[in-house]
């Protein structure tokens, strides 16, 4: 019998074993700089209408996982908003073009989620462009090495956790008004929030936080009909990882410790998105899925 290449291939070499080399750009990472590029199923990801008609508001969705699951989204037949900070304009732009070559809506609304009033402002902005809201990503996220707590400076804390905790709870605080039953949040955690590099400290922090919020929310929410869920990646190659978010030495062997023995792509992270935003996931609640190579977490 004649099998699909697209729905029956090898985990250890669907992508290749990447061994990025040392790099280094300021934060933001641009996607346009990182070498090797990732792939975030621009040629790859076939939808087959699982979000049909669905207004998704997705942070942090110029590049990486966001820029995958913005595209997925797109194909899965949403009409998507992209939140990004103003210089990845050129990020944006080349997900926006993928969004709009498959025939749906893509609204770019850049700005800095660290401030409250652009918080609220988003997601007004999302519900009045998009005529309606029903699914959030809250996917943006700061990620900066620090060796030592003392070195860790008191500012690059107060901004990792209003950038990946406090933001969220702006934006799904306004976004709560919009959202119809049915309607569903996904927020971005990661395997620190189970397995903290020591480089780490505030960044695994706030993971472990972002859990706790959704498996919490994800409570008060069931009775509503609005469903909170979470997606925890292992390594996966974005631009998060070159602009501080590693050792640069230990950029070569970037994800080789996994049990797959490879880096994940931003778009092999995607479907968990789709799943956990799309009604056929209708009874997981509270829930946090890993894509992560297969690392085991507590
Ligand atoms: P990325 O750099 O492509 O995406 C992060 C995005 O966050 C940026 O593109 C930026 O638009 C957004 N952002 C940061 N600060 C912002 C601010 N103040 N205002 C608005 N937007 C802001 O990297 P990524 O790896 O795709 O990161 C996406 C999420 O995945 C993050 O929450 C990250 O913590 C999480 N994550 C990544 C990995 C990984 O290995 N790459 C693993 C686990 C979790
Ligand atoms: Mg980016």
Same mark, same amino acid.
């Given at each position: 019998m004649m099998t699909d290449q697209l729905t029956f291939q090898n985990p250890v070499d669907r992508f290749p074993q990447i061994s990025p080399p040392k790099q280094d750009q300021p934060e933001p990472g641009f996607d346009e700089e990182i070498t090797p590029k990732a792939d975030h199923g621009e040629e790859s990801y076939r939808g087959t209408g699982r979000l049909e008609g669905r207004k998704a508001l997705i942070t /942090?969705? #110029?590049? /990486?996982i966001g820029a995958a699951v913005a595209i997925a989204f797109a194909r899965e037949g949403a009409d998507v908003a992209l939140n990004y900070l103003e210089v990845e304009e050129e990020d944006a732009q080349h997900v926006i073009e993928t969004i709009r070559e498959t025939g749906r809506k893509a609204v770019a609304l850049p700005g800095d989620i660290r401030d409250k009033e652009f918080c609220t402002q988003l997601v007004e902005d999302a519900a009045r462009q998009l005529e309606g809201l029903d699914a959030l990503v809250n996917n943006a996220g700061k990620q900066i090495i620090a060796e030592d707590l003392t070195e860790l400076p008191d500012d690059q804390w107060e901004q990792t956790y209003k950038t990946n905790i406090q933001a969220m709870f702006w934006i799904t605080k306004a976004a709560l008004k919009h959202l119809p039953a049915g309607s569903t949040i996904v927020n971005t955690t990661s395997i620190q929030g189970y397995?903290?590099?020591?480089?780490?400290i505030d960044y695994a922090s706030t993971k472990a936080a972002i859990n706790n919020f959704s498996k919490g929310l994800g409570q008060q929410l069931a009775p509503k009909g609005i469903r909170v869920n979470a997606v925890a990646p292992g390594p996966i190659w974005t631009p998060i990882q070159p602009? #501080? /978010?590693?050792?640069?030495?230990k950029l070569p062997h970037f994800g080789q410790n996994t049990p797959l023995g490879r880096a994940g792509q931003p778009t092999e992270v995607a479907p968990a998105f789709v799943f956990l935003t799309?009604?056929?996931?209708?009874?997981?609640?509270g829930e946090t899925l890993h894509v992560n190579g297969g690392i085991p977490t507590p």
């Open positions: /942090g969705a #110029d590049s /990486g397995n903290p590099n020591p480089m780490l602009s #501080d /978010g590693q050792p640069k030495e799309s009604a056929e996931s209708s009874y997981v609640i």
